[in-house]
């Protein structure tokens, strides 16, 4: 190992340092045209009329002289380790291979003994933070559940730059830059603390992220998600929270909400989500579901697809038994739920995407006589393209222009005095209300219109959204 100093040394010796370059050469008055128009690289060069040390020209570490040069700047023992060259042999950690490397340095020269490390121009004294910040995170974090972790870490553009200058001039070739080397130790430290916590680049359980210039340090906790698919078998429960309308869901609500800040008491949202976020110690809920159902409309069969997305929560591992029965429990047969597990974001954009198609079951009122060839009237609605004008009751809140939708097909039809009941399988989003009752006209074909007569909608189930 020595020899192979030796040898470092004697290249560096060669490579232009000695007898070449004259340091005290950049303080030449400038005259000559060429260089006059020559930019000035650093301003600071000529803020004195001593050059400071770090203006002096030394040969790049691990040269001695390099490596002398580095320590009379102020170079600490963490910064002599990543930029003195010497890296590949030695495994001890850095701030005991940097004493070792100024030692050495201390044996050639003892007058640099003298110089202390109290602001190395490398780091600013970053590597003393180390343990500083590893208990910040670990305040941070506190009783948070987590098995990944993500660090991301803030370091001022002029540090950067200013240590980057330096270490190309002095350093060693492919000394590690003050980033990647800052965040290895951070983390080398941190895995002392969190032995079973595993580094990832990516979709961490916890994201932290450091601020070096103010040591604050921030936890981002990332969200859970679970799929399922609901049930929903009462008439007045929305898909998702619904913010009272007088107070607009505000904080303590109002009278007419009775403080809730709700429109209806329930949700399939937060009847699945509440005992969610319970159980994981969770800030809040989103819930995405494939489409979702009129408030009045009940969703039966195989249910509903939905992830739950469930913020902040401190918690990560979650009992899906238990927390189903206890869904079941609270819901009080308002929605059903059969299962449920993990999922992730991209799920949410696959269900939101889906295009699936969905049956239903409706029943409705007919004015008048029911004509006898009723029921095959309804059966030539299968495989009818409906021109469907956007219906007066959404009008509001969609663009109005004309859809085309597709029935699939129309089965069991009943017709029991003056209602008519059928199952009809069509395209994802028709409105099915408006293909039985046609919206004034603006569905058409319609049942209204093929029995000639006024049709109310009386009810409506989904009964199966096609979707694997
Ligand atoms: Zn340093
Ligand atoms: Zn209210």
């Avoid at 004294?125 to 974090?141: G, K």
């Avoid at 991301?152 to 002095?170: A, N, T, V």
């Avoid at 449920?340 to 295009?355: G, M, Q, V």
């Amino acid at each position: 190992m020595v020899e192979e100093d030796q040898d470092e040394w004697m290249s560096y010796a060669t490579a232009g340092y000695g007898g070449a370059v004259d340091p005290w050469d950049d303080l030449v008055p400038v005259d000559s045209e060429e260089e006059q128009e020559d930019p000035i690289d650093d301003d600071d060069l000529f803020e004195d009329d001593m050059p400071s040390l770090r203006d002096l020209d030394a040969p790049p570490c691990p040269a001695p002289m390099g490596i002398r040069h580095v320590i009379r700047l102020g170079c600490c023992n963490f910064c002599l380790s990543r930029i003195g060259g010497r890296l590949n042999s030695d495994s001890s950690p850095p701030e005991i291979h940097g004493s070792r490397i100024r030692e050495e340095a201390i044996s050639r020269d003892p007058s640099i003994a003298e110089i202390d490390e109290n602001y190395c121009p490398f780091c600013e004294d970053l590597f003393q933070d180390i343990d500083n910040i590893v208990i910040r995170i670990l305040r941070e974090i506190g009783d948070v559940e987590f098995s990944t972790l993500q660090m991301g870490y803030h370091i001022s553009k002029e540090l950067i730059e200013e240590e980057d200058s330096l270490r190309k001039r002095f350093g060693a070739r492919g000394a590690h830059p003050l980033k990647a080397s800052f965040a290895g130790a951070v983390e080398t430290a941190l895995k002392e603390k969190l032995d079973e916590v595993e580094m990832v680049k990516e979709i961490p359980d916890v994201m932290i992220l450091v601020d070096s210039l103010t040591l604050r340090v921030k936890a981002e906790i990332r969200p859970v998600f679970y799929y399922g698919r609901y049930r929903k078998l009462a008439k007045d429960v929305p898909q998702t929270r619904w913010p009272c309308r007088a107070c607009k869901g505000r904080d303590g609500g109002c009278d007419s909400c009775e403080g809730t800040g709700l429109q209806y008491p329930d949700s399939v949202q937060d009847l699945i989500g509440e005992p969610i976020r319970e159980a994981l110690s969770a800030e809040d809920t989103s819930f995405h579901g494939m489409g979702r159902e009129d408030i009045d409309v009940r969703c039966l069969g195989r249910g509903r697809p939905f992830v739950v997305e469930v913020k902040k929560p401190r918690i990560r591992t979650i009992d899906f038994e238990q927390i189903l029965k206890l869904i079941s429990s609270r819901a009080d047969g308002k929605i059903e739920l059969d299962a449920l597990r993990p999922s992730n974001r991209s799920e949410i954009a696959r269900i939101k995407e889906t295009k699936a198609e969905k049956s239903y079951r409706i029943r409705f009122h007919v004015d008048g006589e029911i004509p006898d060839d009723s029921e095959s009237r309804i059966h030539e609605l299968a495989g009818v393209i409906l021109e469907q004008r956007t219906p007066k009751r959404v009008a509001h809140r969609r663009s109005d222009l004309v859809r085309k939708r597709q029935v699939i097909s129309v089965e069991n039809v009943l017709i029991e005095d003056n209602e008519i009941q059928f199952d009809v399988r069509c395209q994802s989003g028709t409105y099915v209300k408006e293909m039985v009752h046609s919206d004034d006209g603006r569905t058409t074909p319609s049942v209204a219109e093929i029995l000639e007569s006024e049709c109310t909608v009386l009810w409506l189930d989904v009964i199966d959204i096609h979707a694997e």
